[in-house]
Structures are given as structure tokens and as C-alpha cells.
């Protein structure tokens, strides 16, 4: 069955879909009374819904059974654990799609950066890129079948990201032939399974890379260096292949 977001769940009131969905739940898959669709509301939870009109006022939903429930990212009984990325985000539609992807694995939290080598675009949070950002990650959600939706932070600064507090544990992921390869840092940090509260934090640099004195800073921060291929990669390219080596390593546990 298709998936929708909801703007009110079944337990508040009547199921209302949220706007954008509604419209195309209406008007472009033309849904008719005994239709079925699933009703998300992005936070763990998904209802089975049947359409009980469709009109002008829009659709009438009726709830079809009981909720399922999946737990948060890194709580106990969830298949994933809590992941971040930390990136100055690509041009245009290269960070619509590595946003799609990252989603689909199962991205926790997507922090935009702004580094010394940040390009401009990737410093723009105009209102109308947000909201395509977060379109993008929500039908990503919808796709994959995921319940929780991936979380788009407030852009920061490098050293406003690494002063802040909390226990987490940094991998700083840049071309030094020097440094191990990530699922081996992966494997010697101490710790159980990353939460919200212990996540797993994942920082990428520009293109160009992050400067010898931000790659200082984010080591004394505690980040531990780790080598992804043979190659300078693309941002997005890192992001992704960082993100499903450190799932696989969850999946492999």
C-alpha cells in the first residue's frame, strides 16, 4: 500500500494527510472510497487507513486497524543505530540525491557545515531550499518504508559543531593513507550501541577538504581519523559509502 505523511494521526483525531500529500492523494492517484493507504507521522509509528470520501473538501480517512510501531534508531529493539552525518552539503541535486540515499540506509541526522573551503552554495539556507531538502527526505522515507524520518539540523559552523557538548564519538573521514580504514576505527571504539544520547557521529569535509588547522581542531575534539578507498571521493560519495559501512557494521553484530 502507498505511503503518506500525516498532519493529524488517527490517536489526536480524524487522519488528515498532510497538505502536499493530500493534493497528490486526490489529484494525481485520484484515490476513491475503499482505497488503502498507510498513514506515517515521521515519529515511529504507521496506521493502516481506508479512504471513506474524496471530493472537493478533500479525502475522508477512516483508521483500518491498529498502529505499528517501530522503536527510535539505537533503542533497544530497533534494526538501526543512531548515525550522524556532519557535511557541507553538494551542489543542487547532487545533495538531493545523496540526501535520498542517506536516507534510504538509514541516516539518523544530517548537519550542513560551513568550513574554511565551503563553497558558496553549499552556505545558501534559503527558505526554498530547506523545504525542497526536507521534501526530498520525506518521500525517501516514504519509499524505503522507514518509520522515523531522518532529522535536517540547523546549519553550523565546524567549531560551533565540534564545541558542542554530549557523548559522542567522532570519526573524521578524509584522504590519509595514513589513517585505518573506517570499519576497523568502527570496531575499536569503546562503547555499546549508538543512541541519540551516545550517537555516532560521521564528519566529512568539503571539496578540497578540510584544512590542516579544522582537521587539528576536530582531533583535538576527539575525532578519530579513518580512510574510506584508495581515492579522493566526492563528497557525497563519502557520505554515502561512510554511512553504509557503518550500518553494515551494526548489521554484521
Do not use: N, Y
Not at 78 to 97: F, K, V
Amino acid at each position: 500500500m502507498r505511503r503518506f505523511l500525516l498532519s493529524v494521526t488517527p490517536e489526536a483525531d480524524r487522519p488528515e494527510l498532510a497538505p502536499a500529500d493530500a493534493r497528490h492523494a486526490l489529484r494525481v492517484l485520484r484515490l476513491e472510497p475503499g482505497d488503502r493507504l498507510v498513514g506515517l507521522d515521521g515519529r515511529g509509528r504507521a496506521w493502516p487507513l481506508r479512504v471513506v470520501a474524496a471530493g472537493r473538501a478533500g479525502l475522508e480517512l477512516a483508521s483500518d486497524g491498529p498502529p505499528r510501531a517501530e522503536p527510535e534508531p539505537g533503542a533497544p529493539g530497533s534494526g538501526l543505530p543512531w548515525i550522524e552525518l556532519a557535511l557541507p552539503l553538494p551542489r543542487g541535486a547532487r545533495a538531493e540525491g545523496m540526501l535520498e540515499r542517506l536516507v534510504q540506509l538509514g541516516l539518523a541526522r544530517l548537519t550542513p557545515l560551513v568550513t574554511e573551503r565551503t563553497a558558496p552554495h553549499a552556505s545558501e539556507r534559503s527558505a526554498t531550499r530547506i523545504e525542497r531538502l526536507e521534501r526530498v527526505a520525506a518521500e525517501a522515507m516514504k519509499q524505503c518504508g522507514r518509520l522515523w524520518a531522518c532529522e535536517l539540523a540547523p546549519q553550523e559552523t565546524l567549531d560551533a559543531w565540534l564545541g558542542r557538548a554530549g557523548a559522542r564519538r567522532i570519526v573524521l573521514c578524509a584522504p590519509d593513507p595514513g589513517a585505518a580504514p573506517l570499519a576497523r576505527v568502527l570496531s575499536d571504539l569503546p562503547g555499546g550501541r549508538w543512541t541519540r544520547t551516545e550517537p555516532l557521529c560521521v564528519l566529512i569535509g568539503p571539496e578540497g577538504g578540510l584544512t590542516p588547522a579544522e582537521q587539528a581542531a576536530a582531533r583535538a575534539a576527539g575525532a578519530r581519523p579513518a580512510r574510506l578507498a584508495a581515492h579522493t571521493l566526492r563528497t557525497e560519495t563519502a557520505a554515502e559509502a561512510a554511512l553504509a559501512i557503518a550500518v553494515h557494521a551494526t548489521l554484521s553484530d
